[in-house]
């Protein structure tokens, strides 16, 4: 009789678990996936400029923007970005006033590979980055004026670039 009642709660408990486990399989999740359908993946960024045009702004709210937009450009005089992408430098040719940092940022994954390396060096000399992987960067900083031709030597056929520094 004794085993009768251990085997019935056994039975009892076992049945109480398959309902829970039953039930949480029925209840969705509030973190479940979503599913995005006729999404444009070609959707355009649209500048600051274009979204105040297209909105009905207060004068106040304009020049608050306005003051936004300068003192963004003036933070990012001095540094220009050249990426690495497609197996080529983008873009290719680049003027900067002296004291400005060239950053070049590798975002190259041709042919989906990222297994793909990078070494840029100026002709003379003048820099040279050290084996640069996928997401990795280098920076120089131009404080003489003049024409500094570079190539990617692990690519030298279709990566070559140029930095124009004026004074």
Known sequence: MIILVSYMKILGLAAVLM?????????SSPTGSVILENVDEETPERSIEEVVAEENLS???EEIVEE???????????IKKVEMKNLKFDPAEVTVKKGTTVIWQHNDQYNDRSDIKHLISAFYGKFRSPTLYYGD???FTFNEAGEFGYIDI???ETMRGKITVTD
């Not at 309902?19 to 209840?27: Q, R, Y």
């Not at 963004?72 to 001095?78: D, F, I, K, L, N």
């Open 68 to 78: 936004i937009l300068e003192k963004q450009e003036e933070a990012s005089e001095g």
């Open 154 to 156: 692990v690519y030298k």
């Open 137 to 139: 960067s280098y920076n």
């Open 59 to 61: 004068e106040e709210q």
């Open 19 to 27: 309902f829970i486990i039953f039930i949480s399989g029925c209840v």
